[in-house]
T-cell receptor, first 113, second 113 residues
């Protein structure tokens, strides 16, 4: 397993601004993922972040809106840019372990007003 | 394409009742199957998994059996507790590095005393 922390745990932001979410893991991992969970909905993959290469984005998500950094094997950030109320969601990072299991951080609850 | 279908919720039970949450999947290939649980205000926790046909995953009194013939992975518990109240997500992935989870829509379980 892995222990994952996220910062901030929640935030309320004005439309048009940007928020950077941090994800820290207690061990080195190759693959990290960023998901979005809209209110009352399931999880949708935003992008996959492999250390040392550009993030791979899912259909409907673009780098200009959700830039991701992966500077080392224990850390990643997701930025939500030029926010609108439709970006209000829980953002979760996850990591993949050697047995293809994924473990999730506690999430960042974002409200855009 | 690959997908996961869960029974609609919410599921409302009395304490000590028997629980079944249905999950079926569509997949090209042989996925691993998972149940995740999300307690109120928290992130997702891996509850149990099964990696091949006829495997049974179990944890905290919950069980699920990987049924290839019916493409199902139903979650069961013999006697639920109030503390089991949460949202349960069925998910699949393929045993390749960097493959994201595909989630069902989630089933809300509410247990009353």
């Amino acid at each position: 397993s892995a222990v994952i922390s996220q910062k901030p745990s929640r935030d309320i932001c004005q439309r048009g601004t940007s928020l950077t979410i941090q994800c820290q893991v207690d061990s080195q991992v190759t693959m990290m993922f960023w998901y979005r969970q809209q209110p009352g909905q399931s999880l949708t993959l935003i992008a996959t972040a492999n250390q040392g290469s550009e993030a791979t984005y899912e259909s409907g998500f673009v780098i200009d809106k959700f830039p991701i950094s992966r500077p080392n094997l224990t850390f990643s950030t997701l930025t939500v840019s030029n926010m609108s109320p439709e970006d209000s969601s829980i953002y979760l990072c996850s990591v993949e372990t050697g047995s293809y299991e994924q473990y999730f951080g506690p999430g960042t609850r974002l409200t855009v007003t | 394409g690959n997908s996961v279908t869960q029974m609609e919720g919410p599921v409302t039970l009395s304490e000590e009742a028997f629980l079944t949450i249905n999950c079926t999947y569509t997949a090209t290939g042989y996925p691993s199957l998972f149940w995740y649980v999300q307690y109120p205000g928290e992130g997702l926790q891996l509850l149990l998994k099964a990696t091949k046909a006829d495997d049974k995953g179990s944890n905290k009194g919950f069980e699920a059996t990987y049924r290839k013939e019916t493409t199902s992975f139903h979650l069961e518990k013999g006697s639920v507790q109030v503390s089991d109240s949460a949202v349960y997500f069925c998910a699949l992935t393929f045993n390749q590095a960097g493959t994201a989870l595909i989630f069902g829509k989630g089933t809300t379980l509410s247990v009353s005393s």
